[in-house]
């Protein structure tokens, strides 16, 4: 069963941190009318035609709709859809399925929604579901048997199918390339002539939301971001947050713990597990951070994939043909704290070194899986573990996986802003007033 969700109040905003345990879609149980449990607002809210969203990395529309990024993730979730979606809570809600069973043996049925369609206009039907399936996960598209103009059944002998999942969001290419065509309730149009670096996403035709103004915050112009007027801001830079308290106007919530600092190791060499201590690796890093808490079962996602049907990887380097270094993408600070604080304390082996790289070379050198070991983050909580595997090498299936320290970001929100939905994987969606 779900494990007890807790709430948290801060003033006037009420957000209910996601700590659900695996979702399991055989309890599709909606909330009642009313549950402002999977909510987030800052006080009574106002009718907005606009909404400006700050974010602190790169948000790139070859990634969509699977994110890379908690700035990908927040944008995606406004745009794309998959079949139901799951709350804070772990329930099941609909997304472009109205209804769903599961029915005796390994079928699973769905109806699409009477106004399901693409930002085109165009009517979303099970052919629809079944070629964007074909892209991302060809054994499941094979698995679908359409039984009418809206219905159609899924073989999934799994026990918690991974409908959620933001890999099985159904879009369709768009004519000259550019930002794939969805089917949630705003559209990507693109930048403003006059603004090259906003991203501009308008409500579909019907919908009674806002348009949301996106923008990019470089390096150090978080404040400038706020100070521009920004409604809602998404980030793990405590300096950021501490400006945040003292603007007037804004509340600061804590999300959920989605990440998780992990360290991979290819040769299947084990960290000293003396030398590593996780509570002086939460003191390295900025922002919050706690020990990794494994949750399914007494184990991290990534360190049990024995279930798995993932062909076999085989080390074609060795022990000696690896460079003796701790590899991390220079971007990210916190990746940078924790590979040398755990060079510094010897846990990874004399001569061992750190090394950071661009974000381009940083996901080479992870490819390749030519160095000893990898600082790098990965969500905390996945809707399919074994689908999750396939955005990581090969290697790092059969390798070691440790766990470190689990992050979260924060959501600096303007008072009166439209409320906000939770899920179960810690998105912010924008809802209506």
Sequence with gaps: MIPPYRRVVVVAMLAAACHAGAPRLELPVAPAPGDTTCTLGAGPTARRDTVAIAVTDPVDPAHAPVPRSDAERLVFAQLYESLIRLDCGGRALPGLAAAWEQESGDRWSFTLRDDARFWDGAPVTPRDVVAA?????????????ITGERTFTVRAAEPLPPFADRTLAVTKPAPGGGWPIGTGSRWMTGAEADAPDLMVARPVQ???????KIAIAPPGGVRDALDGGADLLVTRDPLALEYATRLPGYVDVPLDWNRTYVLLGPGGDHPDADALRLESLREAVHGDARP????????????????CDLPAARDTL????RRQRVV?????RSAADLAARLVGLGALGRGTVAAGLSAIAFRAALSAGGDAWYVLDVPRRVYDACRAALDLPPWSWRGTTTPLLDVRAHAVVRRGLPRMAL???????????
Excluded: C, I, K, M
Excluded at 293 to 304: I, K, S, V, Y
């Design 423 to 433: 899920d179960w994987d810690g998105t912010l969606r924008l809802t209506p007033p």
């Design 292 to 307: 990794a808490e494994w949750t399914e079962g007494g184990r991290f996602w990534l360190a049990d994939l024995r279930s």
């Design 206 to 212: 019907g919908a009674r939301l806002a348009v949301a």
């Design 328 to 332: 991390y993408d220079q971007t990210d």
């Design 318 to 321: 060795g022990r000696s043909g």
């Design 133 to 145: 399936w074909r892209f991302r996960d060809s054994a499941l598209a094979r698995a679908v048997t």
